[in-house]
């Protein structure tokens, strides 16, 4: 079974300071999907990003970016430029490939809020 | 605009209720997930469905059932509610097939029950 395991319960900065999260998962499967999803406060959970395991390359979507080691398993998410909007739940989460249900394994979660 | 949509967003109850949480999606998505998020926020999978007539339990137990009649309606019926089931019921959609966006859930806004 995979577990996923996010060590870091809450973060804070400072409006426009860089921040990362980090995320470790345990498996044995070779090929899988790793996300990052965001829930801010009573509303949507949202996909942030995603990483393909078979790809070396980092994942990047404008100011969110991975650091994805598949050999130490980790996979942690910068925001740069942080902005009040960036306050919510993060949580990282883990697919096998191939899908079959698709079901994701979840991380318990970083609450991180972003101060003016 | 496609999106996924669960109904009633809050519900207070008594013990011994019987209810039913709603989602529907408009995507046609073939797969629906319900997902229970505890108070301390982690995300567990209790029921998912690959399409009509099709419903698997998930990773965590749950009295819950669920019902899948119709490609866009996933409803959760709770039989006899206990205080226990007090939570927050998220649903998600995903494409079947090996698109790119077969692998990225769509989360609902949820639905956040309480029984006294």
């Known amino acids: 079974a995979q577990t996923v395991t996010q060590s870091q319960p809450e973060m804070s900065v400072q409006e426009a300071e860089t921040v990362t999260l980090s995320c470790t998962y345990d498996?044995?499967?070779?090929?899988?999907?790793l996300f990052w999803y965001k829930q801010p406060p009573s509303r949507q959970m949202i996909l942030v990003i995603r990483?393909?395991?078979?790809?070396?390359q980092n994942a990047t979507e404008n100011r969110f970016s991975v650091n994805f080691q598949k050999a130490a398993k980790s996979f942690s998410l910068k925001i740069s430029d942080s902005q009040l909007g960036d306050t919510a739940m993060y949580f990282c989460a883990f697919m096998k490939i191939p899908g079959g249900a698709q079901k994701l394994v979840f991380g318990q979660g970083t609450r991180l809020t972003i101060n003016p | 605009e496609a999106d996924i949509y669960q109904t009633p967003r809050y519900l207070v109850i008594g013990t011994g209720k019987k209810i039913t949480l709603e989602c529907s999606q408009t995507m046609g998505h073939d797969k629906m997930y319900w997902y229970q998020q505890d108070p301390g926020m982690e995300l567990h999978l209790i029921h998912y469905s690959y399409g009509v007539n099709s419903t698997e339990k998930g990773d965590l137990s749950s009295e819950s059932t669920v019902s899948r009649i119709r490609t866009e309606h996933f409803p959760l019926t709770l039989e006899s509610a206990r205080p226990s089931h007090t939570s927050q019921y998220l649903c998600?959609?995903?494409?079947?097939?090996?698109?790119?966006?077969?692998?990225?859930?769509?989360f609902g806004a949820g639905s956040r029950l309480t029984v006294l």
């Open positions: 998600a959609s995903s494409e079947a097939g090996l698109s790119s966006g077969a692998n990225v859930l769509t």
């Open positions: 498996t044995s499967e070779n090929n899988y999907y």
């Open positions: 990483q393909e395991a078979y790809k070396q």
